[in-house]
């Protein structure tokens, strides 16, 4: 398992505290927080929300799709750039130390390959060329 970042744990902890706060809200007071969440979650699969109006839908779904192309434009960058924030570069020492184990393996297993193809295969195969001959 992966250790988490610093930023992973804080949000983490973040959202344990979210959850408890919204808990203890509503054993307070049950029914607005619980309608409060329904109408956060109205999503795809909410039936029950056909008896607003048409005209106030028409004109929210009208502003959000001048505002949705603006805003998905450079959406992407800014992920990318706060995904790169956390990742956990490794050290100088550590690419270094990584860079020399792989060198030292292709040195080894080249060495190996060329010594099994020259001492061992190439002089069994010129044996057995040289029975049937």
């Known amino acids: 398992m992966a250790k988490k970042s610093k930023t992973q744990k804080a949000k983490a902890s973040a959202a344990r505290q979210q959850r408890k706060a919204n ?16 109408e956060k979650k109205g999503g795809l699969f909410k039936k029950g929300s056909e008896d607003k109006s048409a005209s106030s839908n028409d004109t929210a779904k009208s502003s959000k799709k ?12 800014r992920d990318v750039k706060s995904e790169m ?12 130390r990584w860079s020399g184990v792989v060198v030292v393996a292709l040195l080894f297993f080249g060495i190996f390959v060329a010594l099994l193809d020259n001492v061992i295969i ?12």
């Open 85 to 96: 924030k956390r990742v956990t570069w490794p050290t100088r020492t550590d690419v270094l």
């Open 23 to 38: 808990r203890e809200l509503e054993e307070q007071n049950p029914t607005p927080v619980a309608e409060a969440t329904e």
């Open 66 to 77: 001048d505002e949705k192309p603006k805003k998905k434009r450079f959406q992407f960058f």
């Open 122 to 133: 190439t002089p069994l195969l010129v044996f057995i060329s040289g029975i049937g001959a």
